[in-house]
């Protein structure tokens, strides 16, 4: 079967940084995506990668190892704002995304 | 970026009625649209996938005659509750990608709806 795993919650420290790791079996490959969702609301697009090595935008970078089956998201300089639930999502062979069930992370003052 | 605006936000229902959820692609045409259910700390569910004059292509276990979906126009997606039950009560979400951007993958997504049933 086809599987995400990723750790259901983290907790931080504001303005340091945070590494949240996300592994997966899946049917084939075509681009894991990390997504970003508050409580309550609708998932926002923060990273896709493809391709072995990590993508840097702003505080956040994203890395992907496809022969380990392994990413992370670093997020970098936390502010408050960063608190949210952070998806890790595997497009297989047939182009279908594959969910994890998400990191909700805590960053404490 | 792309806009998908999802109507109603709230939406709160008697047992046994039925609830119309909207979903248009604002700024973009979208001859696919995507319907998940997401139970609180769980993760998104794909529920089916709405085709533009189409039948849409339902996940296996999700009921086709309980989650009407129509598609009629490539802005417009509806997903309809019929017969809602409290276990319907549940947030959905209608998501779409943009083809002008290329295969990026990236998927855009509406605010959300959250459905309660008395």
């Known amino acids: 079967g086809q599987n995400i795993d990723q750790p259901t919650e983290m907790t931080a420290t504001e303005g340091a940084i945070v590494q949240i790791n996300c592994t997966y079996q899946t049917s084939g490959f075509n681009g894991l995506f990390w997504y970003q969702q508050h409580a309550g609301e609708a998932p926002t697009f923060l990273s896709y990668?493809?391709l072995d090595g990590l993508e840097e935008k702003g505080r956040f970078s994203s890395f992907l190892s496809r022969s380990k089956g392994y990413s992370y998201l670093l997020l970098k300089e936390l502010q408050m704002k960063d608190s949210a639930s952070y998806l890790c999502?595997?497009?297989?062979?047939?182009?279908?995304?594959?969910w994890g069930a998400g990191t909700k992370l805590i960053i404490k003052p | 970026g792309a806009v998908v605006s999802q109507h109603p936000s709230w939406v709160i229902c008697k047992s046994g009625t039925s609830v119309k959820i909207e979903c248009r692609s604002l700024d973009f045409q979208a001859t696919t649209m995507f319907w998940y259910r997401q139970f609180p700390k769980q993760s998104l569910m794909l529920m089916a996938t709405s085709n533009e004059g189409s039948k849409a292509t339902y996940e296996q276990g999700v009921e086709k005659d309980k989650f009407l979906i129509n598609h009629a126009s490539l802005t417009l997606s509806t997903l309809t509750v019929t017969s809602a039950h409290p276990e319907d009560s549940s947030f959905y979400i209608c998501?779409?990608?943009?083809?002008?951007?290329?295969?990026?993958?990236?998927?855009?997504f509406g605010e959300g709806s959250r459905l309660t049933v008395l």
């Open positions: 999502a595997v497009r297989d062979s047939n182009y279908q995304l594959i």
């Open positions: 990668n493809v």
């Open positions: 998501s779409a990608r943009d083809p002008g951007l290329g295969d990026t993958g990236e998927l855009f």
